[in-house]
């Protein structure tokens, strides 16, 4: 499944991303599921929490896909 996520401002921090599309719980689950490599940015494992992500990319968890899209 894909979801098409607006990102307001210039970025939104990887962390807080899997957080406001309820992908994940809490900051601690989503600190979990980065650091045990289970995101992809752009089909790459990242591992960086704050991970600056912009419109244009894409994120992927669990066979969920989200797609940035300027506001």
Do not use: N, W
């Not at 921090?13 to 599309?21: G, I, P, R, V």
């Not at 980065?34 to 992809?40: D, F, L, M, S």
């Not at 992500?53 to 894409?58: A, F, H, I, K």
């Amino acid at each position: 499944m894909s979801i098409r996520f607006a990102v307001r401002g210039e970025y939104i921090q990887l962390d807080q991303l899997l957080k406001a599309t309820g992908l994940c719980d809490s900051g601690g689950s989503a600190h979990a599921a980065i650091a045990e490599g289970r995101v992809k940015v752009d089909a790459a494992v990242d591992t960086r929490k704050r991970a600056k992500l912009r419109p244009g990319q894409t994120m992927t968890i669990g066979g969920e896909t989200v797609e940035l899209i300027a506001e």
